[in-house]
């Protein structure tokens, strides 16, 4: 059975940066794309970054492009959230999730495309 661990969130201060990781278990292949969800009080889970299976592409939500990178190491079976410039608007639970059909090596699935969570993370940005 796969099983998606994120680790790194904690409390920040706005400017601050830090890095999610996603472990993922119970999966032979490499070949699943990955991306990070997050959801704040009140509001619905949203997609903000996603990358094919192989890391050759990559999309980002208006919300965190130029501050924030996914990346997968194929090696280790994990993906990373590196967030720069964080803001207090960033503040959320941030989920990673895995599609694990196997698609073409730059193909990036939409959000209903993946179907394997995490437990998700809390990140709390100060001002």
């Known amino acids: 059975q796969v099983r998606l661990v994120e680790s790194g969130g904690g409390l920040v201060q706005a400017g601050g940066s830090l890095r999610l990781s996603c472990a993922v278990t119970?999966?032979?292949?490499?070949?699943?794309?990955m991306a990070w969800f997050r959801q704040a009080p009140g509001k619905e889970r949203d997609i903000i970054a996603a990358t094919s299976w192989s890391g050759l592409e990559s999309q980002y939500s208006d919300s965190v492009a130029g501050r924030f990178t996914i990346s997968k190491d194929n090696g280790k079976n994990t993906a990373y959230l590196q967030m720069n410039n964080l803001k207090p608007e960033d503040t959320a639970v941030y989920y990673c999730?895995?599609?694990?059909?196997?698609?073409?090596?730059?193909?990036?699935?939409?959000?209903?495309?993946?179907?394997?969570w995490g437990q998700g993370t809390q990140v709390t940005v100060s001002a």
């Open positions: 999730a895995a599609d694990l059909t196997i698609r073409g090596d730059a193909y990036v699935p939409q959000a209903p495309e993946f179907d394997s």
């Open positions: 119970g999966r032979t292949s490499n070949t699943y794309a």
